[in-house]
Every structure is written in C-alpha cells, then in structure tokens.
C-alpha cells in the first residue's frame, strides 16, 4: 500500500507562502485520487483540495480557492500544496491522503480516504 510523507509545514506570518510536499512509496501518485485535509484543534478534519488521478482535475475548497493550489510531479512522486496569502485561520495540521479508484462516497469526506499520511503543522501569525 501506498505510504504518505509530509512536509514543509512551519511558521509564518499573515501573506506569506508555503509549499507543502507529499512524497509517496509503494505507489504511485497517479494511481489515486490526491487529497489534502487539515486539521486545527479540537475541529474536524477539514477538505482542502484534491487532485484526480489524471492530474487535470482540481477541486478546492471556498475558503482556500484562488489562494492555494494543488499539483503533482510524477518524476518524483510527489503531490504539493501551494499555499499563498496565508492568513491564521488556515492554522491547522496539514494532511495528504490517497483514495483508491473504486471507492465512493462523497469527494470531501476524510473517511473515504484509503491513505493517510503523519501530518505537518502550519501556524500563521496575524
């Protein structure tokens, strides 16, 4: 099964960028559906953003959209999360997460994801 690995997660001040990384092992990217859920405390994971299996679907979720992006480099196996204009309530631990092709259920819904990876955390200071 595929193993997940986050990274680049870090504190930063309000408008500032960070590029988070999702490498991947004993898979590959393209197999599955890339996702990215966060979590602040005591919230429930939260959808952020996926990537389809093709690599052309995008979806993001309101409160992120024309701020953060997601892509993938298949040479490396890697899905990332561009996140720009980053203010403090985008404050939470960071997670990538692969859904195999033939599962269903709802897009946004962490419990349809099959794989998770460890998480990075994100402060943003006002």
């Known amino acids: 099964q595929v193993q997940l690995v986050e990274s680049g997660g870090g504190l930063v001040q309000a408008g500032d960028s960070l ?5 991947a092992s004993e898979g590959s990217v393209t197999d599955y559906t890339m ?9 429930e994971r939260d959808f952020v953003a996926r990537l389809g299996r093709a690599g052309r679907n995008r ?3 309101m409160s ?8 993938r480099d298949k040479s490396s ?14 404050t939470a631990v960071y997670y ?3 859904r195999n092709s033939l599962r269903t259920g709802s ?14 955390q994100v402060t943003v200071s006002s």
Do not use: I
């Open 96 to 98: 990538c997460a692969a």
């Open 77 to 90: 196996n890697t899905v990332y999360l561009q996140m720009n204009s980053l203010k403090p309530e985008d």
């Open 19 to 23: 590029r988070l990384s999702c490498a």
């Open 107 to 120: 897009w946004d819904d962490p419990t349809t994801f099959d794989y998770w990876g460890q998480g990075t």
């Open 35 to 43: 996702g990215w859920f966060r979590q602040a405390p005591g919230k």
């Open 59 to 61: 979806y993001h979720a």
């Open 64 to 71: 992120v959209r024309g701020r953060f992006t997601t892509l």
